[in-house]
């Protein structure tokens, strides 16, 4: 998949200048992201942040002190261990979001031929016997009207949508659709079943650094940071990206026991021998396992990176929806090309997988169109 990750983006190196060069401890290999020179992609990314926040700079050194160093090629480059600046989807140019629409919509409007109806939503997907034929189409909730299909149809409405119209047009699990009177086309039990969605957990502890949600918090200085992005691109509406850290649990494995020193009463080094600064939330109240546990039970948010509702595999007997090729099983011309066709929950951000998946895809319906 690494080829069709490289296709998708062009990144854009971080600007020293504004990072603080030459102290700066960033650390940043462009090999990750440009193997060949033709590793430009629509979509752009870069180390944006024209102002990097002291808390980042804070955070990164108290991160060293625990052997959370950082990483020599970031977080891009398929290992995850250490620390690392983040990079986020921002055009270096512009200082805004590059989406999938300002970047490959806009870029296929103006190099191709294609209609984009806008305000449109798809409301169910025709068929005759199992081909696809259409699709069913309403405008602002109101006016109805077909489109015809020539080759297929490529759904790609998100892991809750794409389900959704799925079982409205008669596919997904039989005793369902059956309960609403919707014919069924193809008995798929997995149609919206098996969502994941990562969980996080908030640690907070208090610190003397001011932070970027308190400078933003303040009301008298909502105009002048304002007038510095507008203007400048400056400020602190343009620090958008954070410095994170990745801590791997050791597997389950016989441990060793050796000597370290030839002193029988070592200092040992404990994080009570370090400055740390009290935690606020959960706080002291939480301190017993049976604490924590509640407390993760109660307060974990989901990440709104949710997946596989259209799950990929073999067999739709265990619950699969689509084929290696993004094809839905027991139909003809019919594909899911977003989240919920993937198989499980990433373990990371899933936005690149996203658009190397739909490069793959893309390749694959080229390849076919040929045969």
């Not at 690392?84 to 970047?103: D, F, G, M, N, Q």
């Not at 109101?142 to 959704?164: C, D, I, N």
Request: hydrophobic content about 40%; aromatic content about 8%; overall charge neutral.
């Amino acid at each position: 998949m690494l080829p069709f990750v490289i296709k998708s983006s062009t990144l854009a190196p971080p600007d020293w200048e504004k990072r603080g060069a030459p102290n700066a401890t960033f650390v940043f290999d462009r090999t990750v992201f440009y193997v060949h020179s033709s590793s430009y992609g629509p979509l752009q990314v870069s180390y944006y942040s024209k102002r990097v926040h002291p808390t980042n700079t804070s955070f990164a050194e108290a991160l060293r002190t625990i052997d959370l160093r950082p990483s020599r090629s970031g977080f891009n480059g398929g290992l995850l261990s250490g620390s690392a600046y983040t990079t986020e989807t921002i055009h270096p140019a512009s200082a805004t979001r590059s989406s999938s629409h300002t970047s490959y919509l806009t870029c296929a409007i103006q190099n191709i031929q294609l209609k984009v109806y806008n305000m449109a939503l798809a409301s169910k997907i025709l068929f005759r016997g199992d081909k696809e034929t259409g699709v069913t189409v309403s405008t602002e909730g109101t006016s109805l009207y077909t489109l015809t299909a020539t080759k297929e149809v490529v759904l790609f409405a998100g892991m809750f949508h794409s389900p959704q119209l799925l079982m409205l047009s008669g596919v997904g699990p039989r005793p369902l659709l059956d309960s609403l009177r919707i014919p069924v086309i193809s008995d798929l039990p997995g149609v919206g079943q098996h969502l994941q969605d990562p969980i996080f957990i908030s640690v907070q502890s208090g610190v003397k650094t001011p932070s970027l949600a308190s400078e933003l918090a303040d009301p008298n200085r909502l105009g002048p940071n304002l007038t510095a992005y507008i203007n400048k691109k400056a400020g602190p509406y343009s620090s958008a990206g954070g410095y994170i850290a990745f801590e791997k649990l050791p597997a389950a494995s016989r441990a060793v026991f050796s000597a370290r020193t030839r002193d029988g009463s070592p200092t040992l080094r404990t994080p009570s021998s370090w400055k740390v600064v009290p935690e606020v939330t959960p706080g002291r109240s939480v301190e017993t396992d049976e604490q924590i546990l509640d407390y993760i039970q109660n307060k974990a948010m989901q990440m709104w990176h949710a997946s596989a509702t259209d799950a990929m595999g073999n067999d739709p007997a265990n619950g699969t929806v689509v084929d290696w090729r993004a094809k839905v099983f027991g139909v003809d011309g019919l594909r899911v090309v977003d989240a919920s066709a993937l198989p499980f929950a990433l373990p990371g951000h899933p936005q690149v997988t996203i658009y190397a998946f739909a490069e793959e895809i893309a390749a694959l319906i080229l390849e076919d169109i040929k045969q």
